[in-house]
Nanobody, 128 residues
């Protein structure tokens, strides 16, 4: 089993920044690929950003390109999401997810159904 614990959510004003963290524990050899997803009430969960083990390949939703950065910690068991220039439409519950093996291209990497392990989520609220 893999446990994922997110932290770093909060409330900010438009234009502000937040950094989300996700720490993996347990069978971390199952966390080769990790990603961030978000969901608002009544909406489907959507991919925000994803990366592989070494962080060499990263993928972003068009809505966050140029504003968000996903990265892996040096121990590879932590993944971060640096969110800059936040907008009210970024308000959501943000989830960390992991999967292995790390196969497939960007479409797979950004698809929630491809992931086996999920955190409980951290709320991000951006006010105008």
């Amino acid at each position: 089993q893999v446990q994922l614990v997110e932290s770093g959510g909060g409330s900010v004003q438009t234009g502000g920044s937040l950094t989300l963290s996700c720490a993996a524990s347990g069978y971390t050899h199952h966390t080769n690929c990790m990603g961030w997803f978000r969901q608002t009430p009544g909406q489907e969960r959507e991919g925000v950003a994803a990366t592989d083990t070494g962080g060499r390949n990263t993928y972003y939703a068009d809505s966050v390109k140029g504003r968000f950065i996903i990265s892996r910690g040096t121990d590879k068991d932590t993944v971060y999401l640096r969110m800059n220039s936040l907008r009210p439409e970024d308000t959501a519950l943000y989830y960390c997810a992991a999967r292995s093996p790390c196969v497939g291209g960007p479409i797979v990497a950004m698809t929630p159904a491809a992931y086996h392990y999920w955190g409980q989520g951290t709320q991000v609220t951006v006010s105008s």
